[in-house]
Every structure is written in C-alpha cells, then in structure tokens.
C-alpha cells in the first residue's frame, strides 16, 4: 500500500524559509514522477515542482529560483522522502502543499513535465500548510 505523509509546513514571515517533507512507502516503481502541488483557499491546484526517476527537475515558472525539489532514496525498498526547500517566502505562496508520486514512467506530456494535470493513476498525501504573512 502506497502512503504518502508529509511535514514541515509552518507559519513563516515574507522572506523565510521551510523546508517540506514527504515520507513515500510502499513505491517500488523504478520509473516514476513525483512532485509538489500546492492549492490556496478558492484557486486551483497548481504544480510547484517535479522530480523523475533519473532525477530530471521541472519548476512552475513562479517558483523563479526559490524552491529546490531533491528526493532521499537511501531509506530502504520503496522508501524515498521527497523534499522541498523554499526560500524567499512571499505571502502568495500561502496554500496548502501537498506532495503527489505517479508510479508511470513519464511521458513528454505529462504533468512531470508539463503543466497539464496529474492523472488518477497518481497517489497524493494530505498535505501541510504553509502561511507566509508579517
């Protein structure tokens, strides 16, 4: 069974940093996606980073330097803790994050690239909460 949990998310002043983590079990895909999601009271879920199985890394054009997505892959079989830091917070990065692993290989057209949206095939965590304000 696929479990997704993450952690990290926190109350921040504009300009802080955090850094989120997920901790993936049960994924024994080789070839796969995973990335972070993020979606704020009454806007749509927007894609905020990727990363794929030969570590390529893709960023929402927002993201402009800020975020880094990095995996852990050393904790065992289908364990891996995927990471987000972000830095220079601004009050428009507050939403709730959520952390998302697709056990396909990726196709040029897929939301691991592209910013069409995750398929069903996707699993998700419960996400934490990131608030950036003074």
């Known amino acids: 069974q696929v479990q997704l949990a993450e952690s990290g998310g926190d109350s921040v002043q504009p300009g802080g940093s955090l850094r989120l983590s997920c901790e993936v079990s049960?994924?024994?895909?080789?070839?796969?996606?995973m990335g972070w999601f993020r979606q704020a009271p009454g806007k749509e879920r927007e894609r905020v980073a990727a990363?794929?199985?030969?570590?390529?890394?893709?960023?929402?054009?927002f993201v402009t330097g800020r975020f880094t997505i990095s995996k852990d892959k050393s904790k065992g079989y289908g364990k891996i803790t995927l990471y987000l830091q972000m830095n220079n917070l601004q009050p428009e990065d507050t939403a709730r994050y959520y952390c998302?692993?697709?056990?396909?290989?990726?196709?040029?057209?897929?939301?691991?690239?592209?910013?069409?949206?995750?398929?069903?095939?996707?699993?998700w965590g419960q996400g934490t909460q990131v608030t950036v304000s003074s």
């Open positions: 990363i794929d199985s030969d570590n390529y890394i893709t960023y929402a054009d």
């Open positions: 998302t692993a697709d056990p396909r290989e990726p196709s040029s057209g897929d939301w691991c690239y592209t910013a069409n949206p995750p398929t069903s095939r996707n699993y």
């Open positions: 049960g994924f024994p895909y080789r070839s796969n996606c």
